[in-house]
């Protein structure tokens, strides 16, 4: 059994609303590491990396905001995954906003590893510089991922693309721009809207995303938004759009996830205590991440 190896990545700096800096104490309080320590792991804690406060820093560019900052972060985040990677170990990073996931998945492929990427989101997260109506970057990390957007967010690991769009699966969303959709349509990536998933059922749409990112691949990187989850079941997240995943679906989800053995890294974003009502969000992201690794009734 692979060990686990926890790293926070504390940014708020790529969202509109504070708070998702708090993200990783909360889940680490909703006892992350003791739930995976009761299912056999070898789980190890690293810490959080080092995250400047927005207070310290002024936006220069509305389009990219804290462009400089979150660079550097995802810079430190790819290195410490990359280690864990090259170690033989699962990272599995807490968030903070979305924008770390550039850095957590351009640590999954360094030194040229194939890796397929499950994006479990209410949103697309393909957004650039050109088409952002916020200009926060945790809406760009998957279009920067797949190789579309600023130069210096593409150079964070040294290699763009980071992931074959081919190998990407988009699941869950649900609150999607003009200009996503058409980028969408444009790279290939596969997308199961909310009511791909009323149609066809959750198990149904993880068969084909686990073909689909696991296809040629040497495991699957598995980038879980909790804002993907129904508001009723995780209310303490910055941008909540009803309609979503159930808790059950959720956990089907993940239970397939862990079934198919696939699943080699993992992110865990967007919870945000301030918003949230008695950690049920982070204790969520706690038994989603049970199921993901193991748990089962029997």
């Known amino acids: 059994m692979k060990e686990l190896r926890i790293i926070g990545a504390p940014s708020d700096l790529g969202q509109g609303r504070r708070g998702v800096d708090m993200g990783p104490s909360a889940i680490r309080y909703a006892g992350l590491a003791e739930s995976l320590q009761a299912l056999g792991y070898v789980v190890k804690d690293l810490g959080n990396i080092d995250v400047p406060t927005p207070e310290m820093h002024q936006v220069v560019n509305e389009k990219l905001k804290y462009l400089p900052e979150v660079t550097r972060v995802c810079e430190a985040l790819n290195e410490h995954v990359a280690r864990v990677m090259a170690d033989g170990h699962i990272p599995i990073v807490l968030g903070g906003d979305h924008s770390i996931s550039i850095g957590s998945v351009a640590g999954v492929a360094a030194g040229g590893r194939s890796y397929g990427v499950i994006w479990f989101d209410a949103h697309g997260d393909m957004n650039t510089e050109e088409t952002t109506p916020s200009g926060n970057i945790h809406g760009m990390p998957l279009a920067v991922n797949v190789g579309k957007g600023h130069a210096d967010l593409l150079a964070v690991g040294g290699s763009s693309p980071k992931v074959n769009p081919q190998n990407v699966v988009l699941v869950g969303i649900r609150s999607i721009d003009a200009d996503e959709a058409a980028l969408i349509r444009e790279t290939g990536i596969r997308a199961y809207t909310m009511a791909d998933i009323d149609r066809m059922g959750m198990a149904a749409v993880m068969a084909e995303a686990i073909d ?79 199921s993901l690794f193991g748990k089962t009734v029997i």
């Not at 862990?258 to 890294?265: F, G």
């Not at 945000?272 to 989603?288: G, S």
Request: a negative charge.
């Open 212 to 290: 689909i990112a696991g296809r040629g691949t040497d495991g699957i990187h598995l980038s879980l938004d909790l804002d993907a989850i129904d508001p009723m079941f995780a209310p303490g997240v910055g941008t909540p759009v009803n309609g979503g995943v159930t808790y059950r679906e959720g956990h089907l989800a993940m239970e397939l996830l862990a079934a198919s053995r696939k699943v080699t890294s993992v992110d865990i974003v967007e919870v945000n205590p301030i918003l949230d009502a008695e950690n049920r969000t982070a204790r969520m992201a706690v038994e989603l991440a049970q």
